[in-house]
C-alpha cells in the first residue's frame, strides 16, 4: 500500500464514508436493522433542516420520520453520486416543503423594509460586524434571541444558515441539499448573516459573530 493509499484510509471522513457504504449494502441486501446505525450520526441534523423550513416543533419531528422512511424505502435508489447525508437532507427539505405548502403557511417577514427594489437585503452598517468569542454564543439567552431572530428570516436565508452555521454542512452538500448552486448558497448566506447582524447586534451590544458555534447535542430553538 502506497503512503498516499494508507492516509486516506486513516483520513477520519474517508473512514466513515466506507462504514456508510458497507451499511448501505447490508440494507440492500435485507439486514433492515443496520438502518439506524446509517441514520443516528444525522437525527439532529435532520431535525434542524425540518424546523429551518416549518419553525415548527411536532411538525418538524414528523417531517422527520417521515424523511428517514422515505430514504428507508428508496435506499436502493442511492447511487453514491452525492454523500448518504446529502441525500438524506435533500428529502429532509423536499419532505418539509411540501408539509409547508399542505399548511398553507403565510409567513410574515420582519426585514421587508430593508430591501432594494430587487428585494435584496441592504445591511444597516457593515462597520458593527466584529466578533465575540463563540462561548458568549452558548449561554441559553444568546440562543433564545437567535431563535427568534430566525424566525423573522425569509425561507431560502434560513435554511442556508442553519445548514451551513448551525449543522456546519459544507458549501457544496447544502447546494445539494437545497437544489441550488453553490454561488446562491454563498450569497443567501452573506445576506442571512447580515440580516441577523442587524436583528441581533441592538440586544448584543453591537456584537455579533460571523460563524456562531453551538455546544453539541443543544438546540438554539
Known sequence: MTLAGAASLADPAQ???????????????????VFYQLIR????????TAFAVLR????AEEVAQEAFLKAFKHIRQFRGEARFSTWLLHITVNEARMRRRKNH??????????QD???TYIPRDF???????????????????LAEALESLTQKYREVFVLRDMQHVSIEDTAKALGITTASVKTRLLRARLMLRDLLAPGLG??????PHFAKGSKPW
Open 105 to 114: 403557511a403565510e409567513v410574515m417577514e420582519a426585514m421587508v423594509d430593508y
Open 41 to 48: 450520526p444525522y437525527e439532529r441534523r435532520v431535525y434542524a
Open 127 to 145: 462597520a458593527d460586524w466584529r466578533e465575540i468569542p463563540s462561548e458568549t454564543l452558548e449561554r441559553h439567552e444568546i440562543r433564545q434571541k
Open 206 to 211: 453591537g456584537d455579533w459573530i460571523s460563524r
Open 15 to 33: 473512514i466513515i464514508l466506507k462504514q456508510e457504504e458497507a451499511l448501505i449494502r447490508r440494507l440492500c441486501d435485507g439486514e433492515n436493522e
Open 56 to 59: 415548527n416543533e411536532a411538525d
Open 117 to 119: 427594489d430587487q428585494g
